[in-house]
């Protein structure tokens, strides 16, 4: 069965570091990966994904994640982190037929 | 521009009574999904569409039912209300080949 782990319950970031938000994965056959943010009161809100090709994945806000299929890892990355990215960041594999299986999710909070 | 849209958006209801809770996509997608999100669980699959008329059961589907006879909407039943139940539920939608989820706004719903 398709599991998500995101072993950080929060992360800590001064504003302007870098910052990294980690996931690793298990899955049967080749993974799809996604990260997803949610804003206090809202719903979640896609930022990137994973199907093949580049390990490295751009998406939505500045935000990239890296997948290693060797680590089985799919970690979120951004080079300078904002006061605005403070929220709750999902990661996510597709599971059976078209469902996704989400990660517990990690606060991100950052510090001015 | 397309949307997902939950109602009501907050709701407190009482233990035994049924309460239903509307989600309305005009993605034109054929997947749908309802979650519900409690602290220290993350997010947990209730139940899930793949068309109309076909409905199945998620990891927590339990006192839950869903119908879909349009693919627009897939409201959520609870059958007799438990405080258990006192949660945010969101609804989403995908659509291959991305299958990238998209979340409406959620409802909060207390049970008392």
């Known amino acids: 069965a398709q599991s998500v782990a995101q072993p950080e319950d929060q992360v800590n970031v001064a504003e302007g570091n870098p910052l990294t938000v980690k996931c690793t994965y298990s899955v049967s056959g080749n993974p799809y990966l996604f990260w997803y943010v949610q804003y206090p009161n809202r719903g979640l809100q896609f930022l990137l994904k994973y199907i093949t090709g580049d390990n490295l994945v751009k998406g939505s806000y500045g935000f990239e994640a890296e997948f290693n299929k060797s680590q089985t890892s799919f970690h979120l990355k951004k080079p300078s982190a904002l006061v605005s990215d403070s929220a709750l960041y999902f990661c996510a594999v597709k599971s059976a037929g078209n469902m996704l299986t989400f990660g517990g999710g990690t606060r991100l909070m950052v510090k001015p | 521009d397309a949307e997902i849209t939950q109602s009501p958006r907050h709701k407190i209801t009482e233990t035994g009574r049924q309460v239903t809770l509307a989600c309305h996509q005009t993605?034109?997608?054929?997947?749908m999904f309802w979650y519900r999100q409690d602290l220290g669980h993350g997010l947990r699959l209730i139940h899930y569409?793949?068309?109309?008329?076909?409905?199945n059961k998620g990891e927590v589907s339990d006192g839950y039912s869903v119908s879909r006879s349009n693919t627009e909407d897939l409201p959520l039943t609870l059958e007799s209300a438990a405080s258990s139940q006192t949660s945010v539920y969101f609804c989403?939608?995908?659509?291959?080949?991305?299958?990238?989820?998209?979340f409406g706004p959620g409802t909060r719903l207390t049970v008392l």
């Open positions: 989403a939608s995908s659509e291959p080949p991305g299958d990238e989820q998209f």
């Open positions: 993605w034109n997608h054929n997947n």
């Open positions: 569409s793949y068309g109309v008329q076909d409905t």
